[in-house]
């Protein structure tokens, strides 16, 4: 089912939803999602006979800023029936960006959407665990967007003297180097 087929039985399926086709430099169709309509289109995409995308092997975002929108995130869709692929695009705005979750139609969600997340700062609204997966609790920002502050001015400090002697690090060198066989 190439672009137009695939559009054309999305909006027989959902009317009212407007489909836009992204331009694509493979062969796997990509169509754009609003917002608002991802998680009826998901489960259409899921659920419905002629289309029957099962399975989600991917889960990414990109940031674009300072576009406006600034985030799109893009979804891999698997027809376990066909051997089709489909890339579902949803663009997304604002530094304080939502989406609903897909993690109830398909559970390997979770985690990419935690990552998303806790990368680029994207929020996944009824996620089941919306807690930091990469980084630590207590991180400020989230390092993959492109107005992340990272210049961070440290000196190095080569000052500080050995904290064991070279005895002690050839016996440790050894002991490991022994241990490894």
């Not at 169709?29 to 998901?42: E, F, G, I, R």
């Not at 400020?140 to 002690?168: C, H, M, S, W």
């Amino acid at each position: 089912m190439d672009h137009d087929a695939l559009i054309a039985s999305l909006q027989q399926t959902i009317p009212g939803v407007a489909f836009e086709p992204a331009p694509s430099v493979d062969p796997q169709a990509t169509v754009y999602v609003p917002a608002a309509n991802l998680h009826d289109t998901a489960r259409t995409l899921r659920d419905h006979a002629d289309l029957s995308f099962a399975f989600l092997a991917e889960l990414t975002a990109v940031d674009f800023w300072p576009r406006e929108p600034r985030f799109e995130v893009s979804y891999v869709l698997v027809s376990l029936v066909r051997p089709q692929r489909l890339r579902v695009k949803v663009r997304v705005e604002g530094p304080d960006a939502h989406l609903p979750t897909v993690t109830d139609l398909w559970p390997a969600a979770n985690w990419l959407e935690r990552e998303v997340w806790d990368m680029l700062g994207i929020a996944f609204d009824g996620h089941p665990d919306p807690r930091r997966l990469l980084m630590p609790e207590d991180w400020d920002g989230f390092p993959l967007r492109k107005d992340y502050p990272v210049q961070i001015r440290k000196g190095a400090n080569y000052v500080e003297p050995l904290q064991v002697t070279e005895d002690e690090f050839r016996r440790s060198l050894e002991k490991d180097r022994l241990s490894r066989r």
